[in-house]
């Protein structure tokens, strides 16, 4: 029994997507978990030269991995459907290997309704916070008494402790340390875990995780309403060269350099084993390599001198891995 965790240490859209899509390529996992967040978090896969944006359903679906969206989530039953269809047009077979745990909580009408007027954090308008909120107020829908759903439903217990199971699961978070309900800068947050400990919440033991994969991107982009972006022209010039604008909202993301204590305690919390920067040819494009080390911005001036400054500051056993965009790692 084995599981393997894809944990965000920023702001989110720092590319998981693309992680899992790698690493389910050797159809070596049994299961791919999605285990937080709802239709706030937007997934962008490029599969055999198509682009793909997945909200709920996990990139295991592309290797014909069985897909579960976990206890964990919260699930919009009208977008779910969606996006089986859109994947089905897409050539991507779909049936008999998408999954919703039965305790998952639902996403009302009524949620979408109340989080479409909300602009004081600047949420995505998915009806998130106030699933979330219905959930722990003992007031909340689970998928199991959704009728449309019977055919998707699982019993995370059954299908990882079963009698003769031994799963190898990839867990794939949404969001990112920063937006964690826990550690993210409350009230900016969202209503979910992002962390490792999220994965946790869906019958998966402790003892079963292998490897941590912390994804970041080489700097830094937020979506919400506090102000995050320095007045700076160059960040306007970041966005445009990154492409950095949201997958769900279309919104415009707030760019910053990478934060090195950002990422270090993101990864020293999630317990990394391996990290991922995204990105780095978006810098390479822009020819300028800053980051932002113990609050002051700090100019590396090469790519080189940028991976041995950040892998100073990491432990030294974790690997690390420099990527570009859009291709794998
Ligand atoms: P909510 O999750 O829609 O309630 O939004 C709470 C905060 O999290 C807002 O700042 C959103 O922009 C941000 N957020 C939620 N999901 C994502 C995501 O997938 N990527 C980036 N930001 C997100
Ligand atoms: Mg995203």
Known sequence: MIADIIVDLQYGDCGKGKITHHLCKNNYYTHVLRYNGGCNAGHTIYHEGKKFITH?????????VKSIIGSGCV???????????ELREGGIDVEGLVYVAANTHVITQS?????????KIGTTKRGNGPAYRDKYARAGIQAK??????????????????????????CEGAQGFGLDIDHGDYPYVTSSHCTTAGALLNAIPPAWVRDVWGVAKIYETYVGSKSFEPDEPIFSKLRDI?????????????????????????S??????KIVFNKVDILRELGQWNLIIDGETTDLQTEEN??????????????????DNPHSI
């Open 75 to 85: 699930i919009n039953v009208e977008q779910f459907f969606k996006e089986m269809d």
């Open 268 to 273: 020293k919390i999630n317990g990394v084993t």
């Open 306 to 323: 940028t991976r041995e400054f950040i892998k100073s500051r990491l432990d030294k056993n974790m690997e690390v891995f420099f990527s």
């Open 145 to 170: 008494d959704v009728p449309e759903l019977q055919p998707f439903l699982i019993d995370l217990y059954e299908e990882f402790h079963g009698n003769g199971t031994s799963p190898v699961i990839l």
């Open 111 to 119: 949620h979408l309704e109340e989080d479409s007027s909300e602009n």
């Open 242 to 266: 990154g492409g950095e604008y949201g997958a769900t909202t279309g919104r415009p993301r707030q760019c910053n350099w990478a934060d090195v204590s950002l990422i270090e305690k993101a």
């Open 56 to 64: 709920h359903i996990p990139a295991g679906v592309f290797f014909g």
